[in-house]
């Protein structure tokens, strides 16, 4: 089953959460990355219950959290360490010290929580292991072989410090080696019964660690919490974090859209240039976020966990592969319905779905898929600019251009600020015609359009 990190080329949009989800820990990114999505309300519910108290967390605790962000930065794998441990091998210096410096933050990030009252975190005291490795109580996080461990190893190094004797040094100094051996592998025993909390410990920071970036990342993009729905799939003002980024970094703004889907194909129209793509984007984006556990963005969701998600966009790299658009398309297609029909919950968007082939023959493939979406019960959309399609299904169109009664000068430059991507129902099969006023906004040669028209 694919994982986070197989979405992140995948998922349009994806790459740009994960360079701004604020993981801390190696350890807590590689969790994300190996995140598998959820189809489970239960756990979701819970996931999104823990996300909103950190939150909380977040808002009412501003030094505690960057005394834990700090802590996070400093968290370590130490998971094959741990494994060493368990198997009672006798871990090294490096070790040793890989263990105490965790013990050490694990206990300040157990106290740091504590004094903040927060109730998703269960650590085990590791005040012991601690004490086992920081004999003389200095709580730094550096390690070696302290001769308290050992009474004979303080007496040999006093001799090796004031002999001049060269060979007398290495025969003492060999004496202390064998010692601190006996040392090592006495700590390792002492150490072994703690592995399992050890281990636990490491586990619920990473997962802290994630949370933490979760919440923080809802808070900064103002993502919501999505409700989880048996039926449908609805959002109000769902948006594309990257694409609204770079529109403010021009100046403009990025118009939300509503829309409410159910298990049945929904159709969408629109000239080009009117957001449907980035619509269909915007849903798949979504609808993994949803099942990664993390908010979405949007003002507000209610959303039906998927066994599959299908998002069908025109693929650049097809023709690498040997294989016409059309050919990727129909391969796609087919996986869809071959997914519908083994009756898995499946999410369908297809972008201007038989584009490449002729209009006749497009309009019966466009037709022909509504059908098949519409009696597998298939939560679907489907972009479309043919006209005719007759397939019983819910249509919406794209608002479009709204340019009429403008003085100002209308360019490429500024036509989206006059493009309304609201999208409306409708119950026309016939779809809008503006690709000629789009031409003549970019100055499309007269005569090209007057034959045009």
Request: charged content about 25%; glycine content about 4%; aromatic content about 8%.
């Amino acid at each position: 089953m694919k994982q986070f990190k197989h979405f992140i080329t995948e998922v349009s949009g994806m790459q740009y959460v994960y360079d701004n989800v604020k993981v801390c820990s190696t350890l807590g990114k590689s969790l994300l990355l190996h995140q598998l999505p959820c189809t489970k309300p239960e756990l979701l519910r819970e996931e999104f219950d823990k996300t909103e108290r950190h939150i909380q967390f977040l808002r009412n605790y501003p030094s505690a959290v960057m005394n834990l962000v700090g802590a996070l930065h400093t968290v370590n794998d130490i998971r094959q360490t741990i494994l060493n441990l368990r198997f009672l091998r006798v871990l090294d210096d490096i070790e040793l010290f890989e263990i105490k410096k965790f013990a050490l933050n694990s206990q300040y990030i157990l106290r740091l929580m504590q004094e903040s009252n927060y109730e998703d975190l269960h650590l085990y005291d590791l005040s012991k292991v601690v004490q086992t490795l920081d004999p003389e109580g200095s709580r730094i996080a550096h390690f070696y072989i302290y001769s308290v461990y050992d009474e004979r190893l303080a007496e040999l190094r006093k001799q090796i410090q004031s002999t001049d004797d060269a060979e007398r040094r290495e025969e003492l100094t060999y004496q202390a080696m064998q010692i601190e051996d006996e040392v090592r592998q006495k700590l390792t025993e002492l150490l072994h019964p703690y592995w399992k909390n050890i281990e636990d410990n490491l586990r619920q920071i990473a997962e802290l660690d994630l949370l933490n970036a979760k919440a923080q990342l809802a808070e900064e993009w103002h993502l919501c919490r999505p409700a989880i729905s048996e039926t449908r799939t609805y959002y109000k003002g769902l948006f594309q974090p990257e694409v609204k980024h770079l529109l403010q970094e021009r100046g403009e703004e990025f118009q939300p859209v509503t829309i409410e889907l159910h298990q049945e194909p929904t159709l969408i129209t629109g000239a080009n240039m009117s957001g449907k793509t980035v619509v269909l984007k915007s849903l798949c984006l979504a609808q993994y976020l949803f099942q990664f556990g993390f908010f979405v963005p949007a003002e507000e969701a209610e959303i039906l966990p998927m066994d599959e998600v299908f998002c069908i966009i025109e693929d650049a790299q097809s023709e690498k592969h040997g294989l016409s658009s059309f050919a990727v398309e129909v391969l796609n297609i087919n996986r869809i319905i071959e997914s519908a029909k083994s009756e898995r919950r499946v999410l369908a968007l297809v972008d201007e779905l038989a584009r490449t082939t002729n209009p006749e023959e497009g309009k019966r493939i466009v037709n022909a898929f509504v059908l098949m979406m519409q009696k597998y019960a298939v939560m679907s959309v489907v972009t479309t600019h043919y006209g005719g399609v007759a397939a019983k299904c819910r249509r919406l169109r794209v608002t479009g251009l709204r340019i009429d009664g403008v003085t100002g000068n209308i360019t490429p430059g500024n036509l989206s600020r006059y493009m309304d991507y609201t999208l409306v129902e409708t119950t026309s099969d016939e779809v809008p015609e503006e690709a000629l006023r789009i031409a003549e906004i970019f100055n499309a040669d007269q005569e090209f359009l007057e034959l045009a028209r």
